[in-house]
């Protein structure tokens, strides 16, 4: 049996506290694509062992992880173009369903996570850290670099500006 190492045990600890989160966080900001988020979040986790594996330090193995993570969505959104109707019928949305609630429901969850795409990227950012991944902003601040004060503004204002869409 391999002995592990303090590090090895560490990373395995936040793997398994924060591998939901971290999911969960690439899950709605990939636009609920479970596959690609599933990717996402261990490419996120495996780049950030190879860092900490290569000798370098991370003060906050969490917080470097989100970081990863985000930088992997950011290079996928670039690549990625304007969903289509055929991606979202596999994805298990039908204009022939009968059942008008779900529907209703349906179109209700695209048109709120539209008008946050419509949002200033900071502000979407800090949103969806804070409300769909529950991070405080002291812990988003970690994760951006920026302080916690810039982060609670972003949260304000991201709110703000989804209100007004939302009166649209």
């Not at 045990?9 to 591998?19: G, K, N, T």
């Not at 304007?82 to 979202?88: A, C, G």
């Not at 969806?128 to 810039?150: C, H, Q, W």
Request: glycine share 4%.
């Amino acid at each position: 049996m391999k002995h592990r190492t303090k590090k090895e045990e560490q990373f395995l600890a936040v793997y398994d506290e924060y591998a939901e989160a971290i999911f969960r966080h690439c899950y709605f900001r990939l636009k609920n694509n479970k596959e690609l988020a599933r990717d996402t979040m261990h490419e996120a986790f495996t780049r950030s062992w190879e860092y900490i594996a290569g000798g370098k330090e991370v003060k906050n193995l969490r917080a470097f992880v989100y970081t990863v993570a985000n930088n992997l969505i950011i290079d996928y959104a670039k690549k990625k173009k304007e969903s289509s109707l055929d991606e979202m019928m596999d994805k298990g949305f039908s204009p022939h369903n009968s059942d008008h609630e779900q529907m209703g429901d349906f179109i209700d969850a695209r048109e709120s996570i539209k008008n946050l795409d419509a949002l200033d990227p900071q502000y979407r950012d800090a949103v969806y850290m804070r409300y769909f991944d529950g991070l405080k902003p002291r812990e988003i601040a970690e994760i951006t670099g920026e302080s916690a004060n810039v982060i609670s503004v972003r949260i304000t204002r991201g709110i703000q500006q989804c209100r007004t869409l939302l009166k649209r």
